[in-house]
């Protein structure tokens, strides 16, 4: 019995042994290349990128708290985080405007940012006059991104 074993494994020839390494050798060789690809750094970011899923940069926009009349001036304190990316230079556009939708004042200011970091900014805006008592919203946009904050003043 451990003949007729022996002599269907090997077979005549060695045939069924061949047939066994042959997809062996092949993953083998695959194994290697792929092996020779990660060491690549460029090859290793793509692999990566086909794999996991990665967060579009974006800036976070927020109000630090409400804004406020001080003087003839409106303070809006905003906040500032960039994810993503390396940083740079931002304009960040304030205005307010009365109950009719007509725009009082507008500033827009230039912001640097570094990635994860925090950055505070007062936007002080010039009431006039009876822009003090009228001013009813305060718009907050950064041009060329999608975000816009809205405060209704009290």
Do not use: N
């Not at 692999?47 to 990665?54: A, G, M, Y």
């Not at 940083?87 to 230039?110: E, F, K, P, Y």
């Not at 970091?117 to 009813?136: K, S, T």
Request: aromatic share 6%.
């Amino acid at each position: 019995m451990p003949e007729r074993l022996a002599e269907a494994w090997t077979g005549k020839g060695g045939e069924p042994l061949r047939r066994l390494l042959a997809p062996v050798a092949v993953a083998l060789v695959v194994l290697g290349l792929c092996g020779a690809v990660w060491t690549v750094p460029e090859a290793r970011s793509v692999l990566r990128d086909s794999f996991t899923e990665r967060q579009q940069a974006y800036i976070e926009l927020y109000f630090g708290k409400e804004p406020f009349r001080q003087g003839d001036e409106l303070v809006v304190p905003l906040r500032l985080v960039e994810h993503g990316e390396t940083g740079g230079r931002h304009s960040v556009r304030v205005w307010a405007q009365d109950a009719r939708g007509r725009r009082l004042a507008v500033r827009t200011r230039t912001v640097t940012t570094k990635p994860g970091a925090l950055i505070r900014v007062d936007v002080r805006l010039r009431l006039d006059g009876g822009g003090r008592r009228d001013a009813e919203l305060v718009e907050v946009t950064l041009p060329g991104h999608p975000q816009r904050l809205r405060s209704h003043l009290r």
